[in-house]
């Protein structure tokens, strides 16, 4: 199983941009997709992004479009998400996880892996 590990997380004013970082350790990812879900306080888990490691195809949810990017670090087996342009609504949990390249990249119980989760809160 992979091994997840999030970070970049914070407090960020509205219009402001953060990047996260997700570490991956354990299996090679070349068969793997890896992606960024938030929950929102009361809210169920919801994709924002996913990057399939050897093909490097990018998907993005509505909300993430044009303002979030998805990029990867092979060197470092790391996983990026950047977010320009932070609204209030984008304040939540962010998770990186891991999941095969046949799976459905856009359903939570999908992915096998999971980090710890990273808070990202966007004052107004």
């Known amino acids: 199983q992979v091994q997840l590990a999030e970070s970049g997380g914070g407090l960020v004013q509205t219009g402001g941009s953060l990047r996260l970082s997700c570490a991956a350790s354990?299996?090679?990812?070349?068969?793997?997709?890896l992606g960024w879900f938030r929950q929102r306080p009361g809210k169920l888990r919801e994709f924002v992004a996913s990057?399939?490691?050897?093909?490097?195809?990018?998907y993005y949810a509505d909300s993430a479009k044009g303002r979030f990017t998805i990029s990867r670090d092979s060197a470092k087996d790391t996983v990026y998400l950047q977010m320009n342009s932070l609204k209030p609504e984008d304040t939540a949990v962010y998770y990186c996880?891991?999941?095969?390249?046949?799976?459905?990249?856009?359903?939570?119980?999908?992915?096998?892996?999971w980090g710890q989760g990273t808070q990202v809160t966007v004052s107004s």
């Open positions: 354990g299996r090679t990812l070349s068969s793997y997709r």
């Open positions: 996880a891991a999941g095969r390249i046949s799976s459905n990249r856009l359903r939570p119980d999908e992915y096998d892996s």
């Open positions: 990057l399939t490691w050897s093909s490097r195809l990018v």
